[in-house]
């Protein structure tokens, strides 16, 4: 045994064994990978608070065990899963990318009134569910719940619009709803998702959907592309078809679920996105916004489709899709996936040519998209690089061998090639195991013999052939 010591867990409840000693987290039978499900990562180890935004207090009061259960609605997305997660991130960001969108970073938190004015106070988003808090100065301020406002307010703030335009900028990061948790619906949820911002052309509605779908596609998702368009806020166009449907909805109220009668006066739209049957029924016979769409918003709508054709996305039009954030204008769309069960929509988008002026900025067009990372890994996202990147495990035999395991890995590294070695004094069957564990392809073995003879023996673990590899020539042999 090492005198190093070994990493302690704050619990009385699992003292942690050495991992060669325990059929736990570091014996040779691996865990079946736990799928990210937050939903009851709570509820398992404590029950969720009156309130619903975590686990229960220790009623005893101090001092009691630390609550190790993370709040209701969030999870820790541990490994091997959390290989499959960054896999996920860098390839969207890297597809983004060969389109031109390049990366950008925004605070967590944002000035309350960035969602009140962008994403409007009648969303249910803005209304129900945002995590809002005063800071010690008492400042407004709010876990971003998305982050098209936030972009948008980064472009106006530095005046990225002046620059070149379209700006196009893509994010991967989490967003923090305090919605009923679900499977696929979390109150800290990631998105990827990318933004083009300054154009009017039908071209990059198109070329924006186009992104999304590949990447879709390339993370192995099937998904199917909903399309329909929401026209502007004018009186020839959706503001006027507004009147109808409120109409409408008035003269059919009784028909409606009571849940949706005051959707009448405070957005009347959302009723199309009602889950209630009885609201569904009238909805079939409600006027719809695409027979009622100026003749600018058709032109544009009967273009995006026209470019979607050439480009081989096929999409179902749907003209009861109206979206849940009160900046959308025109292109609305969204990526549904099978075998989610009701949380099915794996992204979401559209136009927002008002969103800018809503934050107090100039006119500046914009359109994008935000995909769920949470629902994609759920409905299967694969890839190959979604493992661990250690190439070889450096057995040390003896203690004189450690210091030469070290300096092997770090040179291995330094040559790009991953590796690991044993940290806590491990016989070297032990060791053998561990290597095993590390996901590795390759034992990378040094004692007394190899360092006299400047060689290393490699076992490759997979076929178990052994052979002797002089130490500068490793680095080749090891390159794949
Ligand atoms: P959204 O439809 O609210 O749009 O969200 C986009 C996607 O994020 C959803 O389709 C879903 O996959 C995922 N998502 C949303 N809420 C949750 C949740 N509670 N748990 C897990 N996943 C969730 C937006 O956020 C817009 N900002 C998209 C956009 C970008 N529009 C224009 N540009």
Not at 60 to 70: D, I, R, S, V, Y
Not at 370 to 395: C, E, H, N, W
């Amino acid at each position: 045994m090492s005198d190093q010591p070994v990493p302690a867990e704050s619990t009385e409840r699992a003292p942690r064994k050495r991992p060669d000693q325990t059929g736990g987290p570091g014996s040779s039978q691996p865990t079946e990978p736990r799928p990210h499900d937050p939903t009851d990562a709570a509820a398992a180890i404590a029950p969720p608070a009156e309130d619903g935004t975590g686990g229960a207090p220790n009623p005893a009061g101090p001092p009691g065990p630390t609550e190790l259960a993370p709040p209701r609605g969030t999870g820790d997305v541990l490994p091997p899963e959390s290989w499959r997660w960054q896999a996920a991130t860098r390839l969207a960001m890297d597809s983004f990318a060969t389109a031109g969108y390049a990366p950008i970073e925004t605070p967590i938190f944002e000035h309350t009134e960035v969602f009140e004015r962008g994403v409007g106070v009648g969303s249910e988003v803005v209304g129900k569910e945002m995590y809002t808090f005063s800071d010690r100065g008492g400042r407004s301020l709010t876990l971003r719940p998305e982050l098209t406002a936030p972009v948008m307010r980064a472009v106006l703030g530095h005046n990225l619009h002046r620059a070149r335009l379209p700006v196009k900028l893509a994010y991967a990061g989490p967003m923090f709803r305090q919605e009923r948790p679900q499977k696929g619906r979390y109150r800290q949820f990631s998105q990827v998702g990318i933004e083009a911002i300054g154009s009017m052309s039908p071209a990059i509605d198109a070329e924006v959907i186009e992104v999304g779908d590949r990447y879709l596609r390339d993370a192995g998702v099937e998904p199917t592309l909903l399309l329909n368009s929401i026209g502007h806020l004018d009186p020839g166009c959706r503001t006027g078809y507004l009147k109808l449907l409120t109409e409408y909805l008035v003269a059919n109220r009784s028909a409606l679920a009571p849940v949706d009668i005051e959707r009448i006066s405070l957005n009347p739209l959302r009723t199309f996105d009602s889950k209630e049957s009885r609201t569904i029924e009238v909805m079939r016979r409600a006027p719809m916004i695409t027979d009622h769409l100026c003749d600018d918003c058709r032109n544009h709508f009967d273009a995006v489709q026209s470019h979607l054709t050439k480009l081989d996305v096929s999409y179902t039009l749907d003209p009861h899709l109206v979206r849940g954030l009160d900046y959308y204008t025109r292109t609305a769309f969204e990526f549904t996936a099978g075998g989610l069960g009701s949380q099915n929509a794996v992204g979401g988008g559209g136009r927002y040519d008002g969103l800018a002026e809503s934050l107090g900025g100039q006119h500046l067009p914009g359109i994008g998209f935000a995909l769920g990372l949470d629902r994609i890994l759920l409905s299967g996202f694969q890839t190959k690089d979604q493992s661990s990147p250690v190439a070889a495990y450096v057995v040390a035999i003896g203690s004189a061998a450690v210091e030469q395991a070290l300096a092997i890995a770090t040179h291995l590294r330094a040559a790009g090639i991953g590796a690991d070695l044993d940290f806590l004094d491990r016989s070297v069957k032990s060791q053998m195991k561990d290597a095993a564990r590390s996901g590795g392809r390759w034992a990378v073995i040094v004692g007394d013999e190899e360092i006299a003879g400047n060689n290393v023996t490699l076992k490759d673990l997979g076929t178990g052939e052994q052979e002797t590899v002089a130490r500068d020539k490793l680095e080749d042999r090891l390159k794949p």
